[in-house]
Structure formats: C-alpha cells, structure tokens
C-alpha cells in the first residue's frame, strides 16, 4: 500500500459529474487484479459530486503519482462503473503494473 496525502485535481469531463476541484488521495494499493485509489469523502462526496470514473484530469494524475514512486502508470486505466465506490476509485491494471508492483512492494 502506498500511502499518501497528494490532492489530485478533476477536470469535470467525465460520464457521471462535471465537478471541477481537488481530491485528496490517501492511500492506494492493489487488491489481486485491482488498483484502488482511496479519497477523503470530506474532498469528493459521491453522493453530491457523482463518480470520478472517467475524468480525464483525475486518471492523469494518478498515472503521475504512480509514476514519481516508480510504477508504469500507463499500465493504470478505469474499471467499469460499477467497481467504483464512496471513498475510493478503482482503476484496472496491466501486467507490467502487477509485475513493477510485485517487485517493489514484495519482499
């Protein structure tokens, strides 16, 4: 798990909000074959603001956050809609990500 406290911002391009502002990203980590970006619900309320899935802004800056720690984040693209949730998004991943991910985090 890589922990962190890296406000992200949005663009308002995506399918389900058009909201524009900075999301703080406290943690991410990789469950099997699924990245999950956690978020402070006090920054982006899913109820209020929608879904992040698909801003184009947001999927950059992660990409960038996994890039300076030294992860393919090319390699990092949205899951579906229905895998995203209130505190977190979900993006899937390909091999070379679990492969450079493996190698940096296993011991």
Known sequence: MIKTNKVLDTGGDGLWSD?????????????????????????????VDGLIYT?????????????????PGCGVSYSEQGMQGPDYVSFDVSDAFISAWHAKFSN
């Open 19 to 47: 909201v524009t502002c900075g999301v703080l990203v406290t943690d991410v980590s990789l469950d099997r074959l699924e990245l999950v970006v956690g978020f402070d619900p006090e920054t982006w309320n899913t109820r």
């Open 55 to 71: 801003d184009t802004k947001f999927l950059r800056g992660v990409r960038k956050l996994l890039n300076d720690r030294g992860l």
